[in-house]
T-cell receptor, first 116, second 110 residues
């Protein structure tokens, strides 16, 4: 079974630009969540998508948005990039069928975003 | 709001010694608690969850609702246990939204 795949692995963007990151979940998984990891703040939950709908949201500004397609693939977009957006962005997929034992998140290797 | 606290950033123990990684949480509802681990050059992965009440790789964790703690324990540390450990909380059963602590880097000294 293929794992969670994130593309690209590395990105360098200029302040003020926008960026789109992609995540392909494990086949059959309907939930995709996004996390930001920085040395200062650690791992922070951005949002979760389930069946193409945002189901949960963390405490990030509206510049951070996402979407999920009918095949469960997800994209995350950050507009008007700031230097502080430099981070490792992790995607995690889960069956999340509502049962407690479905709550195992399988993580991708992440996209390293550097804003200059 | 929810919060997960891991008071130790770094923890070093000798091989064969007991290990305890501390985790405290605050949340007004009934959370699910997890331990995730990241070995060197590997992805973040689930180690164990409180609802399963299982032992994985010799590790156990008991949810103490009175003390709002979910400490991770192992009686005899092994070198391969060296890794970054994260305690995490989910607000919903079966949902994929995790709130993480800042992590503890465990080093097992041979």
């Amino acid at each position: 079974k293929a794992g969670v795949t994130q593309t690209p692995r590395y990105l360098i963007k200029t302040r003020g630009q926008q960026v789109t990151l992609s995540c392909s979940p494990i086949s059959g998984h309907r939930s995709v969540s996004w996390y930001q990891q920085t040395p200062g703040q650690g791992l922070q939950f951005l949002f979760e998508y389930f069946s193409e709908t945002q189901r949960n949201k963390g405490n990030f500004p509206g510049r951070f948005s996402g979407r999920q397609f009918s095949n469960s693939r997800s994209e995350m977009n950050v507009s008007t990039l700031e230097l502080g957006d430099s981070a490792l962005y992790l995607c995690a997929s889960s069956p999340s069928g509502g049962r407690a034992l479905d709550t195992e998140a399988f993580f991708g290797q992440g996209t390293r975003l550097t804003v200059v | 709001a929810q919060r997960v606290t891991q008071p130790e950033k770094l923890l070093s123990v000798f091989k064969g010694a007991p290990v305890e990684l501390k985790c405290n949480y605050s949340y007004s509802g009934s959370p699910e608690l997890f331990w995730y681990v990241q070995y060197s050059r590997q992805r973040l992965q689930l180690l164990l969850r409180h609802i399963s009440r299982e032992s994985i790789k010799g590790f156990t964790a008991d949810l103490n609702k009175g003390e709002t703690s979910f400490h991770l324990k192992k009686p005899f540390a092994q070198e391969e246990d060296s890794a970054m450990y994260y305690c995490a909380l989910s607000r919903q059963t079966g949902a994929n939204n995790l709130f993480f602590g800042t992590g503890t880097r465990l080093t097992v000294i041979p």
